[in-house]
């Protein structure tokens, strides 16, 4: 059974920086497509940033400059650097990675959350 631990959260005073990490236990396919996602008190859940197993990044526009993702294909591990935190950014994270296997069988892993939270 594959689990995502997530590490990294807390508070932080804006402008600040946090480093999120997230590891999968078990065995996983070798091409992942993983991804960062935040929910905010009464707000949807949206994506954040994501990357694929060839290293293409994306990010949401709020984060563009700010955050970067990068992952770890040896260690299954996905990061996520956020600098020059907003109080805005206050939302727990949750990683995701979607695993396809080369013969199409697709298998999609949510991490428990952490809470980030940007205040004086």
């Known amino acids: 059974q594959v689990q995502l631990v997530e590490s990294g959260g807390g508070l932080v005073q804006p402008g600040g920086s946090l480093r999120l990490s997230c590891a999968a236990s078990?065995?996983?396919?070798?091409?992942?497509?993983m991804g960062w996602y935040r929910q905010a008190p009464g707000k949807q859940r949206e994506s954040v940033a994501s990357?694929?197993?060839?290293?293409?990044?994306d990010y949401a526009d709020s984060v563009k400059g700010r955050f970067t993702i990068s992952s770890d294909n040896t260690k299954n591990t996905v990061y996520l650097q956020m600098n020059s935190l907003k109080p805005e950014d206050t939302a727990v994270y949750y990683c995701?990675?979607?695993?396809?296997?080369?013969?199409?069988?697709?298998?999609?892993?949510w991490g428990q959350g952490t809470q980030v939270t940007v205040s004086s």
């Open positions: 995701r990675i979607i695993s396809l296997s080369v013969f199409g069988a697709r298998r999609d892993y």
């Open positions: 078990g065995s996983i396919f070798s091409n992942n497509n």
């Open positions: 990357i694929t197993s060839g290293g293409t990044t």
